[in-house]
């Protein structure tokens, strides 16, 4: 399976060399999604070791994308919901139906979290500021975590319902971050 997985992500990524921007979501279009969704859920069930394959082929070409974050990040969070939400939005994940990402920052420290949330008589509420979030893949929605009441708690929310990002830059590597505010 890893070999496979390697494989296929080399060839992709030679394929992809010398374009400054990948076309369309070949994350999700080739399937990495499904790689570490358990198998009860539509997914592979796929390990980190897994995982690791597709980045090492990527890698051997130096693309840049967001593959730990939309194939390991998201769908870890969402196994840390109650289980008749994650089951649902990972089956989603798995087929591809909807495009999860983590909005957070990789410079945020866990003592001083980006966001925080309080929940009102009709909902939640959610404030902050999230520099530096990998947009380089179309969303649908995003898994947004925060500090409440001293507890960390972990939102789903649609991407239309964010707005837009309040900047939008090439990043380093050549991935294109946003900044936003909630």
Known sequence: FPGMLLDAAERY????AGVPTPVGDPVRELGWTATMVPEE?????GTLADLASVVEGVA?????????DTCAVAPLMLQACAPELATRWL???ADGSVQIAPLCSLSD?????AVHSRHLDIGHE?????????????????LVPSL???QCRIFLVDVERLGAPVATYRTMEGGRGADFVL
């Open 109 to 113: 420290l866990p003592d001083e979290p």
């Open 148 to 150: 409440e009441d001293g």
């Open 91 to 93: 089956e989603a994940v």
């Open 126 to 142: 959610l404030t902050g500021r999230v520099v530096g979030v990998d947009v380089s893949l179309p969303a649908t929605h995003y």
């Open 13 to 16: 990524a030679q394929d992809q």
């Open 41 to 45: 859920s539509g997914g592979v069930g």
């Open 60 to 68: 051997s070409q130096g693309l840049q994308l967001p593959v730990i």
